[in-house]
């Protein structure tokens, strides 16, 4: 089982500013790499598939970028609605597995 | 608009089975590109997948969860069911249903709001 870590555990930033998560995983998992977003008390939200690709209706601030094992999230310029927990999730090997998550908070 | 709404108890006694059910309106479950999952969130912890559903009912399961996890599809009721058997509170969890976009890829881009499961007596 591919293990996904993330760092840091929680980023805080002020709104308007660059934020930088990154997620790393146990084995190269090529670019089958995703980005969700969860707020509290809800479901995770596709953010970036392909480790690069946005998901629809996801504003341009959001970009993704890397391969093998070393992936990063960038939000250019922090809105208030940004502030939640970010997950990343491998879907090159069998089963999918989930990183922690990175909290990004005011 | 696709959405997904997952039901069942919120409360099931160790040693029992939980089962949930999600219904999914605004679309069609016997989509021939989409598989249908269950994943779940333990307090504190990382979202876990633990297995999808075609709508002809191939199914694929997370290894740890295989022994205990069946998941169905009624295509005439546009749902698709988890039940997890020989449950302990390890399996107290928020339990979400979601889409699957498989192929070269598998990821979740539709999700139900997820119900809360706890375990205990």
């Known amino acids: 089982e591919i293990l996904m870590t993330q760092s840091p555990a929680t980023l805080s930033v002020s709104p308007g500013e660059r934020a930088t998560l990154s997620c790393r995983a146990s084995?190269?998992?090529?670019?089958?790499l995703a980005w969700y977003q969860q707020k509290p008390g809800q479901a995770p939200r596709l953010l970036i598939y392909?480790?690069?690709t946005r998901a629809t209706s996801v504003p341009a601030r959001f970009s993704g970028s890397g391969s093998g094992t070393e992936f990063t999230l960038t939000i250019s310029s922090l809105q208030s609605e940004d502030f939640a927990v970010y997950l990343c999730?491998?879907?090159?090997?069998?089963?999918?597995?989930f990183g922690p998550g990175t909290k990004v908070d005011i | 608009q696709l959405q997904l709404l997952e039901s069942g108890p919120g409360l099931v006694k160790p040693s029992e089975t939980l089962s949930l059910t999600c219904t999914v309106s605004?679309?069609?479950?016997?989509?021939?590109?989409?598989?249908w999952g269950w994943l779940r969130q333990p307090p504190g912890k990382a979202l876990e997948w633990i297995g999808s559903?075609?709508?002809?009912?191939?199914?694929y399961y997370t290894p740890s969860l295989e022994s205990r996890v069946t998941i169905s599809v009624d295509t005439s009721k546009n749902q698709f069911s988890l039940r997890l058997s020989s449950v302990t509170a390890a399996d107290t969890a928020i339990y979400f249903c979601?889409?699957?976009?498989?192929?070269?890829?598998?990821?979740?881009?539709?999700w139900g709001q997820g119900t809360r499961v706890t375990v205990s007596s």
């Open positions: 979601a889409r699957v976009t498989y192929g070269e890829t598998y990821y979740f881009d539709y």
């Open positions: 605004g679309g069609s479950i016997s989509g021939s590109s989409y598989y």
């Open positions: 559903i075609y709508y002809r009912g191939s199914t």
């Open positions: 084995q190269s998992v090529s670019s089958k």
């Open positions: 392909g480790s690069s």
């Open positions: 999730q491998q879907y090159s090997h069998w089963p999918v597995t």
